[in-house]
């Protein structure tokens, strides 16, 4: 190969500038050129062991994961939460490493900012922009089982399955694969999703009516007046007695549309004669007991009213 030419070569570089020192020689750069290229002060820089940047500034992001891939090599996977970031989750702790995916026979060690994971089961993968990222149940389980927050963990979840990135199904179905390592968190914040929760606050809730004594009831599930038009889908609706629990969180109203929209919810609860109560999501730890209280007070007061002609989604 023509002197300068392996620098342009898309078969050596895995994202920019970023290049494996074996490739480089298999392309006639000699070894020693390399190393003193990467030498201190010098135009290059050895990323990781066998990973050479071609450029002496602090590496990006994409550089990073591009390395990482590279140090992982054929059919590597992106897992986790820069797997999440790329398909475009975005209530997301900030990611220490990079998890990666390799095949369970192949002998790669985690090293410096990445974390290997040899799997019997490597997911298929998805391209986003070029690189390999694993399917979004599949990272998100990775993620979950390598954090210890449980708010942190709740979040990731909901809005996989919020957003409809996943489905709770796709979900569970990956915790059984995942067997018992890093799982029981994951497992727990499951419960509340499956039940039909899509939040941190409303797995919070789920938890607290457990604890009511209450019948069970439907988690955002669309009601309707008689005549079928749409009057609101509560966070928690018991259809026995057209009772309506909503939390609802400053963050939520903070714009005046979104206020707007809450007042005209809470005018086709009374117009509709659902009781509806709403609860701020803080209290549902600083105050659980009043708040049980009120709920409650609020199941009684819809108990002992005739029931209005509503009903829910089937």
């Not at 089961?121 to 990272?139: E, F, K, T």
């Not at 963050?251 to 707007?260: I, K, P, T, V």
Request: charged content about 25%; some cysteine.
């Amino acid at each position: 190969m023509q002197r300068g030419t392996w620098s342009t070569d898309p078969q050596l570089i895995h994202g920019p500038m970023v290049v494996r020192a074996a490739a480089l020689i298999a392309a006639g750069v000699p070894g020693r050129t390399i190393s003193r290229r990467c030498a201190p002060g010098g135009p290059w820089q050895r990323l990781m062991p066998g990973i050479v940047l071609l450029h002496s500034g602090e590496a990006t992001d994409e550089q990073r994961l591009g390395a990482a891939l590279l140090h992982g090599r054929e059919n590597a996977t992106l897992t986790g939460l820069w797997a999440l970031r790329r398909h475009g989750l975005e209530r997301l702790p900030p990611p220490q490493d990079v998890h990666i995916l390799v095949p369970a026979e192949r002998r790669v060690t985690s090293t410096g900012f990445v974390h290997v994971e040899r799997t019997r089961h490597l997911p298929r993968p998805h391209l986003r922009g070029d690189l390999p990222v694993a399917p979004v149940p599949r990272a998100v389980i990775d993620a979950a089982r390598r954090r210890t927050d449980e708010d942190e963990i709740q979040t990731m979840m909901a809005e996989a399955v919020q957003r409809r990135f996943c489905t709770t199904d796709l979900l569970a179905r990956e915790l059984d694969q995942a067997g018992r390592t890093g799982t029981a968190l994951p497992r727990k914040a499951l419960v509340p999703l499956l039940a039909g929760a899509r939040s941190v606050a409303e797995a919070d809730a789920w938890h607290l009516w457990r604890r009511s004594g209450l019948p069970p009831g439907h988690w955002n599930v669309p009601i309707f007046d008689a005549n079928g038009i749409y009057i609101a889908t509560p966070d928690f609706w018991c259809d026995e007695i057209a009772f309506a629990w909503e939390i609802d969180s400053y963050r939520h109203h903070a714009s005046l549309e979104d206020h707007r929209a809450t007042v005209a919810r809470n005018a086709r609860y009374v117009a509709a004669g659902i009781v509806v109560l709403q609860t701020l999501p803080s209290r549902l730890r600083t105050e659980p007991e009043l708040v049980l209280g009120e709920l409650r007070a609020a199941f009684r007061t819809a108990r002992d009213r005739p029931r209005p002609n509503v009903k829910r989604a089937a």
